[in-house]
């Protein structure tokens, strides 16, 4: 679940010799993303990256989703990123700086059988991400989309064997830490990471 994958995460980041901190709000909770931020400055100091990645798998198609259903999946894939960037805005605004990184997915940008939901979420990122760089860009605010192919958690029962050896999480990593770093100078871009290789996707 999500509070074992946030913990998981802060404890392989400690073993690494890092700094790590797990918030356990549920995101989809319009209070979630100020007390992440909250959370972050009253631990750290300050805040100058945020990487997004909320989402929750679907395996319906939409007419055996019902409208609960629907919001559900979209609350959590949205509306988690967008209280989380509400939060952060300021902060960044304030201090003329902050790096952004979303994720997204080829099913947000086409379509794709059985994911009306993670689709729609995933497309109001993008679109919102491209909206934010062009907002922020003035205050030094980078913010882009990641769409990445990774084996992971959420992606396992799907992938696997060799192309999951191909496909490691790892791989994607390097270009999100260059997206938050300080020396990033894209913003408002769309890049499909996997595999060790990143291309760019235009809407």
């Known amino acids: 679940d999500a509070q074992t994958s946030a913990a998981q995460t802060a404890a392989a980041i400690r073993a690494r ?3 790590a901190t797990a918030n356990f709000d549920a995101v989809e909770s319009a209070d979630a993303g100020g007390h992440m931020v909250e959370h972050a ?5 300050r805040l ?6 909320a989402a929750v798998p679907q395996a319906a198609p939409f007419h055996k989703l019902g409208p ?3 919001r559900g999946i979209f609350d959590v894939g949205f509306f988690g990123t967008l209280h989380l960037l509400e939060a952060a805005w300021p902060v960044f605004r304030e201090q003329q700086y902050g790096r952004i990184v979303t ?5 947000g940008r086409y379509g794709q059988h059985g994911l009306s939901a993670y689709g729609a979420a995933k497309g109001a990122i993008e679109s919102l991400s491209r909206t934010l760089a062009a907002e922020g860009s003035r205050h030094n605010i ?5 769409s990445p192919y990774a084996h992971s958690q959420m992606t396992e029962a799907h992938v696997r064997g060799d192309i999951a050896a191909l496909f490691q999480a790892e791989k994607v990593a390097p270009l999100v830490a260059w997206l938050a770093s300080e ?7 769309v890049l ?4 060790g290789r990143c291309r760019r996707a235009f809407a």
């Open 17 to 19: 010799g890092g700094r």
């Open 41 to 45: 400055l009253r631990e750290f100091g």
């Open 48 to 53: 100058d990256i945020v990487a997004a990645n």
């Open 68 to 70: 609960g259903e629907f």
């Open 103 to 107: 994720t997204s997915s080829s099913a």
């Open 142 to 146: 980078r913010v882009n989309v990641v």
């Open 183 to 189: 020396q990033c100078t894209a913003n408002g871009e």
């Open 192 to 195: 499909v990471a996997g595999g």
